[in-house]
């Protein structure tokens, strides 16, 4: 088992910043690919940005490329996304996931745990 539990959320004006944080528990975290995902009302979870277990290789969407950094302690098992520049339609509920094997995917069907996600809002 692998408990996830997310932080940083908030209310953010537009070109504002925020850090999420993705503290994880239980079994091993340093092996997992870790992802970040978003959920905006009435809309399908989206996939944003993930990390492997590393550190050295990651993926983000092309919409938040350029301001969105993904990253990981491992020592502190804890993954991070750094949002910067963020936009109105950003906003949405953010939700950290965990892959226990293989690599790097974009759906939300390959990751086996999930936390209970964090609120962004950003107005304009």
């Known amino acids: 088992q692998v408990q996830l539990v997310e932080s940083g959320g908030g209310l953010v004006q537009a070109g504002g910043s925020l850090r999420l944080s993705c503290a994880a528990s239980?079994?091993?975290?340093?092996?997992?690919?870790m992802a970040w995902f978003r959920q905006a009302p009435g809309k399908e979870r989206e996939f944003v940005a993930a990390?492997?277990?590393?550190?050295?290789?990651?993926y983000g969407i092309d919409s938040v490329k350029g301001r969105f950094t993904i990253s990981r302690d491992n020592a502190k098992n804890t993954m991070y996304l750094q949002m910067n520049s963020l936009k109105p339609e950003d906003t949405a509920g953010y939700y950290c996931?965990?892959?226990?094997?293989?690599?790097?995917?974009?759906?939300?069907?390959?990751?086996?745990?999930w936390g209970q996600g964090t609120q962004v809002t950003v107005s304009s």
């Open positions: 239980g079994r091993t975290f340093s092996r997992n690919v």
């Open positions: 996931a965990a892959r226990l094997l293989g690599g790097i995917r974009l759906d939300a069907r390959s990751y086996e745990y």
């Open positions: 990390i492997n277990w590393s550190g050295d290789s990651t």
